[in-house]
């Protein structure tokens, strides 16, 4: 599939069909997010593929019952778990580089997840970004060292529907030239 065509039709999928995903194919969206960049090149990111039942029912427990994912992370043949390293991204000799202090290791891993999400798209398959869990409790259950921080999952599964595109704001509200304010296009 074509990069563009990935990016414009992928869509948060929260329903999916129990066919269970090749690992052939989890193989290669995990080689996606091992190419994806990282500060430094310190690849900071590790990934957790999460078939079994009873894992998936307990990383449910970690979100809130009000977040329209919890149903997914039960319902769908995989949880793809991302965590990583802390204290080396966006670090020079030990010390942070910038003033985002141990957050680039954040940054690493959205792009890692998105290219999760956009490999799993190619293939078919559904994924939706989750961020709002209690990271203590799915490290908890993933027995992840505490050097290391969880910072989103994704089921992925075949899915029936495709969701209708959410509006997006236009190039003209949210690109700027030189300095904000300054439309890019007019």
């Not at 992370?73 to 390293?85: D, Q, S, W, Y």
Request: glycine content about 6%.
């Amino acid at each position: 599939m074509e990069l563009f065509k990935a990016i414009f039709e992928r869509r948060s999928i929260r329903k999916y069909r129990k066919d269970p995903i090749p690992d052939e194919i989890i193989l290669e969206i995990l080689e996606a997010a091992r190419w994806s960049p990282s500060w430094a090149n310190t690849q900071v990111c590790r990934y957790i593929v999460v078939k079994d039942q009873k894992v998936k029912e307990e990383l449910s427990n970690a979100l809130p019952p009000t977040n329209p994912a919890h149903n997914a992370i039960i319902e769908a043949p995989c949880v793809i778990c991302l965590f990583a390293k802390k204290g080396l991204s966006g670090f020079r000799k030990g010390s942070p580089a910038t003033d985002k202090g141990d957050y680039w290791f954040m940054f690493d891993a959205g792009i890692a997840m998105e290219h999760i999400v956009l490999a799993a798209w190619s293939f078919g398959i559904g994924t939706v970004h989750v961020g709002l869990f209690d990271a203590k409790k799915a490290q908890e259950v993933l027995e992840i060292p505490d050097e290391y921080s969880v910072v989103e999952m994704t089921p992925l599964g075949y899915f029936e529907e495709i969701p209708k595109p959410t509006p997006r704001k236009p190039l003209n509200e949210i690109a700027f030239l030189d300095v904000f304010g300054q439309p890019y296009i007019k």
